[in-house]
């Protein structure tokens, strides 16, 4: 392993005995500093940033992960009010659960305690730099971050100001680090630090998740690509179902929530069709869709199968008709991530049997996919947002950061 990678490792597990072992009060006062420092460093971030969206343009990356890579004045004071947020919520560490007595006289609980060192691999956001911080230093865990090349210097810019606050309030600054080195052999080298590296979490897209996946030799959190669904049930609110499609579509595209596939009743396609068509044409939306989509929007392409899967982060929309609550069912979940999946219905039963049925993380009825975030949830932030079924499940806050040990009190009991 390169030397540079065996240092950053042995720092962080040297770092993981401090860190766990802060006060709250400690931990908090940290969050508030850090905050700080990021809008006293907004003009060095910018500039940082600016030359990463340059090169993005040049290298013709698509809007959609321009749109992630993009910070602004708005965008930092996002992330350091991000930061405030979750020095504001109530800390999972040392919570007791679940104490029991045994007829032997043996109390047994389990205590929320840290995961260690948390590796986290992600693409051009670099808003994640200081969320990922955030969240791992709240719940006592160190952070060690590799982000793309395409965000390198605007995560270097975010990542000093950090250290610079650590620092200053006297806690170790490896409480955080960032691998420099961009290489597909770094990468893969820090895949195998399991010595070092409690859990690894990937974000970005179905590419760099299955690399993860399939190379890691570290647990895995495998956070999902979004191939997210809306279903037009046959009893909706025609002007709600179309104000809930462009929000999810069009209101940010370049993100995992984003609606990228439409499902309409048969009974409704004459109406929606045309009226969300023309909306979708306003905000500049290609539609891909089946015969019927396309007999009835005059500017629809024909949908191919590779369609019903694809995860666009474009202005592109696929669009099929359906026969029933139960073809769209069945739809959703040959063709979905696990990620986000809405109904817009008025009928009770169609809903509820919606939200039984599908299988994803999060299931909407009559609201926008796009509300599948920690920030929106109420968890200040979050790591990523799981689509595995093990440990977490869905924006992933605080408590999806932790894990538990049993403890249990005695009086002098022995095993007979």
Excluded at 194 to 215: E, M, S
Excluded at 325 to 333: G, K, L, R, Y
Aim: glycine content about 8%; proline content about 3%.
């Amino acid at each position: 392993m390169d030397t540079f990678l065996e240092k950053i490792g042995k720092n962080a597990k040297k770092a993981e005995c401090t860190v766990r072992n802060l006060s709250t009060g400690k931990k908090n006062e940290v969050l508030y500093a850090a905050a700080e420092k990021l809008l006293s460093c907004t003009e060095l971030i910018l500039k940082a940033n600016e030359e990463d969206v340059r090169k993005g343009k040049e290298h013709h990356m698509p809007e959609g992960l321009i749109d992630r890579l993009l910070l602004n004045e708005d965008r930092i004071l996002a992330m350091a009010d991000g930061l405030r947020q979750i020095a504001k919520l109530e800390d999972p560490i040392g919570e007791v659960t679940g104490m029991k007595k045994r007829p032997n006289g043996l109390l047994i609980g389990q205590k929320r305690v840290p995961l260690g060192v948390v590796g986290i691999i992600y693409e051009a956001r670099p808003n994640v730099t200081s969320d990922a911080f955030g969240l791992c230093f709240k719940t006592g865990n160190v952070a060690v971050l590799k982000g793309g090349s395409d965000a390198l210097r605007s995560n270097e810019a975010i990542v000093t100001c950090i250290r610079e606050a650590l620092r200053e309030n006297d806690v170790t600054e490896n409480a955080i680090s960032l691998i420099s080195d961009t290489s597909r052999e770094t990468a893969a080298a820090f895949m195998k630090m399991n010595q070092y590296v409690d859990v690894l979490i990937p974000r970005g897209g179905r590419g760099l998740i299955q690399t993860v996946v399939n190379t890691s030799t570290i647990p895995v959190i495998e956070t999902g690509t979004g191939n997210c669904h809306i279903y037009v049930d046959e009893t909706a609110d025609l002007q709600m179902a179309a104000n809930i499609v462009i929000n999810a579509k069009t209101q940010r595209i370049g993100v995992c929530n984003a609606c990228e596939s439409l499902l309409v009743h048969k009974n409704v396609t004459k109406e929606f069709l045309p009226l969300i068509g023309e909306l979708l044409r306003e905000k500049n939306v290609e539609i891909r869709g089946d015969q019927e989509t396309q007999r009835l929007i005059a500017q629809a392409v024909a949908a191919s199968e590779e369609d019903w899967g694809t995860e666009y982060l474009d202005y592109i929309l696929s669009i099929k008709v359906v026969d029933s609550v139960e073809e769209a069912i069945a739809h959703i979940n040959h063709y979905n991530t696990g990620h986000s999946e809405a109904i817009i219905t008025n009928n009770y039963v169609h809903a509820q049997k919606f939200l039984d049925e599908v299988d994803a993380a999060a299931v909407y009825v009559n609201a926008s996919t796009r509300f599948t975030d920690g920030q929106e949830f109420g968890f200040g932030a979050e790591i990523g947002i799981s689509t595995q079924k093990l440990h977490a499940r869905g924006p992933m806050g605080l408590p999806a950061l932790t894990t538990t040990k049993y403890i249990i009190y005695g009086n002098g009991q022995v095993r007979p």
